[in-house]
């Protein structure tokens, strides 16, 4: 029986940005794993804290969401860093998420960079196996979420971590199997049909329609819904409940 993870990035409260706990909150029945956001792009302690307590409670996969300390940009600029600078700053995020799991008795499950970081190594080896490192020597027993098919997942193979796939349900695809950059128009997807319709062609055909027409190949190991989309929660029901229909199983990676 196949298998399929959704996942979302959660947390992600920032001065600038707008946050409302009770979004993130009303997705967890939709969804068997969550991102959090560990204070470098977005995040608090406070956040943190009660987002362990509710997916713990919820049964979720519990994973980091490192990004660059950037919170102005929300991590979305792309930052030149040395690799030392990158494996310290992604160490230093898991430890600081990962002590609110181990004061209730629980373990992160995966890493998932975030924004410009997650972009970068998806084409940067020095960059991906730079995070692989950081992640390998924090737990070896860690999961690296990546885009698929990217140089990120690719290091996180060479580097002997169990790896997933991820895939997309609100953002749309290049040729080369890259997102299309938010600036553009079209990056985004905006209504339930469109996030479906992409969902299901790549869990059930491994497939995706690029921007240009061209259908490219995916591995869908893990499905992303931005918690911080306008359409979360309606992309995230749809989905949940038509991957069960098709008899697939959603659980962690």
């Avoid at 706990?21 to 939709?30: E, F, K, N, Q, V």
């Avoid at 609110?100 to 991906?128: C, Q, R, S, T, W």
């Avoid at 692989?132 to 070896?140: E, G, S, T």
Wanted: glycine share 10%.
């Amino acid at each position: 029986m196949q298998e399929i993870d959704i996942n979302c990035d959660m947390g992600e409260s920032t001065a600038l940005w707008p946050y409302h706990i009770d979004t993130d909150l009303a997705l967890l029945p939709y969804i068997s794993s969550i991102n959090i956001a560990c204070g470098a792009h977005a995040g608090d302690a406070s956040t943190m804290h009660e987002l362990v307590k509710v997916a713990l409670r919820a049964g979720l996969a519990i994973g980091a969401h490192p990004g660059f300390e950037d919170r102005q940009h929300f991590g979305r600029a792309a930052i030149q860093a040395s690799p030392i600078k990158i494996y310290d700053s992604v160490i230093c995020q898991l430890g600081a998420l990962d002590g609110f799991l181990k004061i209730n008795g629980a373990k992160l499950h995966h890493v998932k960079p975030h924004g410009a970081l997650y972009n970068m190594a998806a084409a940067d080896e020095v960059l991906a196996t730079v995070i692989c490192k950081a992640i390998k020597d924090y737990d070896a027993g860690l999961v690296l979420y990546g885009l698929s098919g990217s140089l990120l997942v690719q290091a996180a193979t060479a580097a002997g971590l169990g790896s997933g796939n991820e895939v997309f349900a609100d953002r749309t695809y290049r040729e080369d199997g890259s997102l299309t950059p938010r600036w553009e128009p079209g990056a985004l997807i905006e209504t339930t049909e469109q996030s479906l319709q992409q969902v299901m062609q790549m869990a059930l055909h491994g497939t995706v329609i690029a921007t240009s027409g061209k259908t490219i190949p995916v591995t869908a190991d893990t499905i992303c819904i931005h918690g911080d989309g306008v359409q979360a929660l309606a992309f995230a029901k749809n989905i949940y409940q038509s991957l069960q229909q098709q008899g697939l199983v959603i659980k962690p990676v």
